[in-house]
């Protein structure tokens, strides 16, 4: 499995340690089979360079939990989630009757998962679709019986650090082409002035030598979008898990380096 798909068993690991938590965020009880002995690795290894760090995957999984859930008590019934990796919300969120859940990743990371998963019952329709992002997955998508013409709920995480800006800019208008009005999408990025942060070093240094390398940051994350039309409400991670408890430090002061949760709605 290429690099940047091992990071998507790491944080299957860290999902599978937190659904163990008296005071957990959410419940995922496919992550520790999905997070397999190369998942542990991998934490292990993180934490070895990295030391204690903030929950940031533990928040971000669910704030987007509860945004997809908004998004289908909305009446949306397509959900996509975009280079889905260990994703087990297909299975584990309770999605009203008739939502389709389609997950696109490469095929490694499709089979693997199913490998995993085996006859699992999903909680929704769920369509797997085994396409890299950088080939033309739109097609593979409309193949699949994707509705350009209903609206959408799409997911973007923990991807667009390891793009660089040319690639974010195409998935941004992919994802823009195949959005009808009033579709929903979540997406996070880490500020480009948290991605030259001397705090976050130690990280950088682990993920490029893992061969999965963050090269994309940006300080202006509803920009991403806005200029196709999109409406973005820009959440800080650290206000999120301050209201839940469970970020150790106050939330970063307005122009501080910083990551962002996205939800954006097409006009």
């Known amino acids: 499995m290429n690099p940047v798909a091992v990071t998507a068993l790491l944080v299957a690991a860290m999902r599978a340690e937190e659904s163990k938590r008296s005071d957990r965020l ?8 999905l997070a397999g002995d190369a998942g542990y690795a991998a934490l292990r290894t993180y934490r070895d360079a990295v030391g204690p760090s903030l929950p940031i995957i533990e928040v971000r999984t669910r704030w987007f939990d509860e945004a997809l859930a908004r998004a289908a008590s909305a009446g949306i ?11 087990a919300r ?4 309770a999605w009203p009757a008739g939502t389709r859940v ?3 990743d490469q095929p490694e990371v499709i089979a693997y998962k199913a490998g995993v998963l085996g006859a699992r019952a999903p909680a929704s329709e769920r369509v797997a679709i085994a396409a890299d992002l950088a080939a033309d997955w739109p097609a593979a998508l409309r193949a699949a019986r994707f509705d350009p013409a209903a609206r959408t709920v799409w997911l973007v995480e923990g991807l ?4 660089d800006a040319r690639s974010v800019e195409t998935l941004m208008a992919r994802i823009d082409r195949l959005s009808a009005p009033r579709s929903t999408l979540l997406y996070d990025v880490v500020g480009r002035s948290l991605l030259e942060s001397p705090a976050l070093a130690p990280a950088l240094r ?13 300080d202006d994350p509803a920009g991403l979008v806005a200029a196709h039309g999109w409406e973005a409400a820009v959440v800080d991670p650290g206000e999120v898990g301050r209201r839940w408890d469970r970020w150790p430090i106050p939330p970063a002061p307005a122009g501080a380096p910083r990551g962002h949760l996205v939800e954006a709605t097409k006009r």
Request: net charge negative.
């Open 26 to 33: 959410f419940n995922d009880p496919f992550a520790h089979a």
């Open 77 to 87: 019934a397509q959900v996509v989630l975009l280079a889905a990796g260990m994703d």
């Open 90 to 93: 297909a299975y584990r969120l």
């Open 102 to 104: 389609f997950e696109v």
């Open 160 to 163: 667009l650090q390891f793009l």
């Open 206 to 218: 682990m993920m490029t030598e893992l061969g999965a390398p963050w090269v994309y940051g940006t």
